[in-house]
């Protein structure tokens, strides 16, 4: 959607009716459209009194239910989406250093909501990933090592579910048609918030709810379980249509010894694996005698007998003591396992690192890598220490990362100064 205005592809695609109803509605002069450059274009206001004058289109709330498998979460203060993307703050970035305006980095000082509506028209469906680490709603401060202020989480409940969807419907707008957004948080108002992103991005576009093992196991003497995990949602902008890089997951040790149980003087730890597959060839190679073998009934050789002959002559056909051939298959050849859901990233503690609630690096690295190419651009911005945007970076992936706290950019700052990082610093001037 334009800042301004909705096309009338804008206005089906929310209200889920054709073209042409929209443009029936347009010449009934029941939904009123101006034509620029020859197309009809409808201002939010327009849309807003349609909206509420007629009672056969769907209400925002119907737009919710129909996203959000019929039902929504309701709380006192929850705004209209079209007032959320209509809003315009008047203020303006400001550049700190202007010294790589060439690069398309950028770290941006403020707060996101204003900032993301400013950086909005320029970025509309440019971000490929978008990962982001909010407060989670938990009422506490948090403070470094040295007992410094580094951010309040004080929004709690609604208040706090209402600060984060008006910012992912604005998220939402910056995502690619291949982008895929990754929200992290915790489990006591996670699922809330799973409810909220079914409402802004489609129930349909869920991927996945990724469960990130967060510290060792706990011991404390609470009637509970231990809670070492929290989680991680992970929704596309259109389902199947997401960048997936398919990154595998190297095995551990004891499942390389369970899955390569032989050892071969050379080449390390193998396995074996018939030769033959099931179905018959009649008159192809692959169902003609080999060895002075044929394949057992119904079934045929893997491979051409030639390819059979040449991997034997390599040693690589391993045959029984009754003369059963297998093929040998290696450990150092194996290209890993389908990641799952439960994730093993454990943060560090507050002593090891420069920002409190600092995420695990090899955890970001994982979905930059998954969900986004070379030279895409990603978004954090709830950057914190920065460093989704520091692995960013050193995957060549470019990046921008907003936050609101002194000690944030700090920390940004030192950091990108060691790692010789260059970016241009914005801040966000209000002239509301
Ligand atoms: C959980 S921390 C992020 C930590 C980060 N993922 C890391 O690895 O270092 C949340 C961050 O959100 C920032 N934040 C909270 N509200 C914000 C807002 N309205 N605009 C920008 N940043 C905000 C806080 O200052 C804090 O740095």
Redesign the pocket.
Known sequence: MDNNFLTVDDVAKTLKITRQTVSKYIQKKELNAVKINKNYRVSYQDFENFLSSNSMVSEPETLYLKKSRNCYLDYEGKSNEIEILNYKPLGYLKSINDENQSLPNKMVF????Y?LKTLLPKYKNKVDLIYI????GTGLN?SNIENDL??S?KLVNSEFLE?IRKRLFLLRDFLSDNGSIYL?IDKKIGHYVKIIMDEVFGYENFINDITRIKCNPKNFSRNAYGNYSDMILFYAKNRDKNIWNEIKEPLTKEEEIDSFPKIHPVYGRYTTNPIHAPGITIDGDTGKEWKGILPPKGRHWRYSREELTRLDDLGLIEWSENGNPRKMVFANEHKGKKVQDVWNFKDKGLSYVD?P???NHDLLKRIILNSSNKDSLII?????????LLVANQLNRNWIG????NQ?FDVIKQTFKKEKIKCNFYEYVSID
Request: net charge negative; aromatic share 22%; charged share 20%.
């Open positions: 403020g707060d996101n909501y900032v680490d909010p407060p989670f948090f580094a951010y989480d600060f992290h920002y609630t600092q995420k954090d911005c709830f950057a914190g220490s920065g460093s989704t907003i936050d609101n706290s944030s």
